[in-house]
């Protein structure tokens, strides 16, 4: 797709009525995290306001942290008063939940009532903030808590762009790295998805590398987001190291089989020049066994890739097992000697919950 075609679907639309005391509805606007800074002096001015006040508006939306344009004290309190209803797009806070090694777990309340995870992960040097893309999650891959709840909508660019604001807020420190790897299939809201990649990076400031999306894989749209042109990484969920182990894990994978995967991957590190991550979660005595591992390796043989690891977090609906440090350590090894780069994620906050969906399936279940 040239790259003209690519950025005008890549921006959010934000139409600018003018407006007037009388005719001044929530409805007819959408909220305003998630639009540009000329969005923002566009929609401004068109009711007579200067153009700084656009800068003024997007500094206290992504910066100041403010919650309705009543917050924001250098307008006049005329116009301030007048425009208090259309919606900036922040969630609530529903539930916050801290682990003892600081990652901290928050379920927001969306303004139609639905509730969504996200988590802020502190390390020495970083914030990283894994966010989630829709509510609920299509896919039904079988060892994930969101999976098992189904799917209920696609987040907008505005309930994924606050997820970054309220964990910044929460920490008070600059968020870092964001990985889509909470609720959700982001390559089913593509849309929303690299709006909120464009909000981000240029609203914000974080670093398209600094950003990944994670993937079980959908037909056709890897190579769609490749023609966004995007630095960010991409994470593709492997999980098995042949079709028939794949398909039990991935009920997706039927439709789409691994070379068909494997060639979308292929295309998509000559288009952006950018390595992918596989993910592989290790499932102890299932996907785990020295066999695997050598498959595994020659099937990503040649590629610009690196394996990450991620050890089994127990989820009530299945009986699958969480491997050993050992066990993982023997896989990773068989792998290190193949050439293939690969390493093992940390388990963060396990003592809150700490796989996908897990803390919003949990809380769902002692509410009733
Ligand atoms: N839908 C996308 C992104 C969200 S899932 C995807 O599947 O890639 C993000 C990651 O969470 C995936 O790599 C998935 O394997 C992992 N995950 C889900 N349930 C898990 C569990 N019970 N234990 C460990 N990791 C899990
Ligand atoms: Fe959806 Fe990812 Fe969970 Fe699979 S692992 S059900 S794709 S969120």
């Not at 992918?276 to 066994?289: K, P, Q, T």
Request: proline share 4%; glycine share 6%; hydrophobic share 40%.
């Amino acid at each position: 797709m040239p790259k003209a075609a690519a950025s005008s679907r890549f921006a959010p639309t934000l139409q600018a009525p003018l407006l007037t005391l009388k005719d001044c509805t929530v409805k007819s606007l959408p909220p305003l995290l998630g639009a540009t800074k000329t969005q923002l002096t566009d929609w401004v001015q068109a009711q007579g306001q200067p153009a700084y006040r656009g800068q003024q508006l997007h500094q206290w939306i992504y910066q100041k942290g403010a919650r309705s344009l009543l917050d924001i004290t250098v307008f006049p309190k005329q116009w301030r008063e007048m425009v208090a209803d259309i919606p900036v797009g922040r969630s609530e806070l529903h539930h916050r939940s801290e682990a003892q090694d600081g990652t901290v777990k928050f379920l927001l309340r969306l303004a139609d009532g639905q509730i969504i995870e996200t988590v802020g992960i502190p390390t020495a040097r970083r914030l990283t903030v894994c966010v989630s893309s829709q509510v609920g999650c299509a896919m039904g891959c079988d060892f994930c808590a969101t999976g098992k709840g189904g799917f209920l909508r696609h987040l907008a660019c505005h309930e994924i762009v606050d997820q970054v604001l309220t964990v910044q807020e929460d920490f008070q420190e600059r968020v870092s790295n964001i990985v889509f790897m909470g609720m959700g299939e982001p390559l089913l809201n593509l849309e929303n998805v690299t709006a909120a990649v464009r909000s981000l990076n240029e609203d914000i400031g974080i670093g398209q590398r600094s950003i990944t999306i994670s993937t079980v894989g959908i037909p056709g749209r890897i190579r769609q987001l490749a023609e966004y042109d995007l630095q960010v990484t991409l994470a593709v969920s492997l999980h098995a190291s042949n079709q028939t182990l794949r398909e039990k894990l991935v009920p997706s994978a039927k439709h789409y089989r691994l070379e068909a995967l494997l060639a979308d991957c292929r295309a998509y590190v000559e288009r952006t020049g950018r390595r992918i991550s596989f993910e592989y979660i290790v499932l102890a005595g299932f996907n785990d066994r020295t066999e695997h591992a050598f498959e595994l390796a020659k099937l990503l043989r040649g590629f610009q890739a690196h394996v990450n690891l991620i050890p089994y977090n127990p989820i009530n609906e299945v009986d699958y097992q969480r491997p050993t440090p050992q066990q993982l350590q023997a896989f990773l090894q068989v792998l290190q000697r193949q050439h293939i780069a690969a390493s093992i994620r940390q388990s963060r906050g396990l003592d809150q919950d700490a796989a996908c969906g897990q803390l919003r399936a949990s809380l769902a279940e002692s509410v009733g």
